[in-house]
């Protein structure tokens, strides 16, 4: 009879490429984390195919918001993943102090919380960065062994099943929001067309979202000249160090 071991495997993280200058990927080994190097569009560090991790040091963070890149950021990386984290590493008192209007911050938390779903962390220093990045990874690890990380292929009857389905691929809807947009408009035909206020109004969608969902409905296609490239963590190809 063979008995499987049941010690967890190896945390796998993809880091970008631009990310190897900071000591939080040499940080993630230490913890026990294989790492590999990737040339990432959207995000730093991936620990899931479902959540990716934005880090900024306090002053870029401030840059980026004075510039308006931080909420086209946020824009793409929830667009891109169902569960996205902004980690903003640095001395955040002082950070706070040296602000010229505090409000800004809050309300930019605000936006970043409400309009894009995107969750935010405050850490010291590298390795509190990588401490939180690791425990996110192992949270995410813990989930997928709760059961097959495999898409559910729906019979033809399951009308509810495949109506959720389509929903929750709009972009930055998943599940739960689908689920309440069905709820709003009762068939998914009513929810296509629905105005851009509609759609903002029910809950955990908002303007931006809401906007986006309407430029990907009256968008025409385009033929893609390659094939768009996937990211899997199991890919063979990848670069470990």
């Known amino acids: 009879m063979e008995v499987r071991s049941l010690q967890p495997k190896t945390l796998r993280i993809i880091v970008d490429e631009r990310e190897k200058p900071s000591s939080v990927p040499e940080a993630l080994k230490k913890l026990g984390a294989q790492v590999e ?5 959207v995000g730093d560090y991936i620990v899931s195919p479902l959540c990716a991790v934005e880090r900024k040091s306090s002053r870029d963070f401030l840059k980026s918001l004075y510039s308006g890149r931080l909420f086209d950021q ?43 779903n995107l969750n935010v962390f405050f850490t010291a220093e590298p390795w509190q960065t990588a401490e939180l990045i690791y425990t ?9 062994l709760a059961g097959p990380y495999i898409k559910k292929r729906f ?5 509810e099943q495949n109506q959720l389905l389509i929903v929750s691929s709009l972009p930055g809807v998943g ?14 035909r009513r929810i296509f067309n629905a105005s851009i206020a509609e759609l903002a ?8 979202k809401a906007e986006r969902i309407a430029r990907i409905l ?13 990211l899997p963590l199991d890919e063979s190809k990848s670069q470990t160090t």
């Open 175 to 188: 599940p739960k929001i689908g689920e309440r947009l069905l709820k709003r408009f009762g068939t998914i």
């Open 201 to 208: 109004s029910v809950e955990g969608v908002g303007r931006v």
């Open 155 to 159: 019979k033809a009857e399951d009308v």
């Open 74 to 116: 946020a824009s793409r990386i929830s667009d891109r993943y169902e569960k996205s984290v902004l980690i903003v590493e640095g001395n955040f008192p002082n950070f706070l102090y040296e602000m010229k209007n505090p409000k800004v911050f809050w309300g930019t938390l605000t936006a970043l919380a409400f309009k894009f």
């Open 218 to 230: 009256d968008s025409y296609y385009k033929p893609l000249a390659t094939k768009p490239q996937q």
């Open 37 to 41: 190097f990737k040339m990432l569009e």
């Open 136 to 144: 996110i990874a192992k949270h995410e690890s813990v989930k997928k």
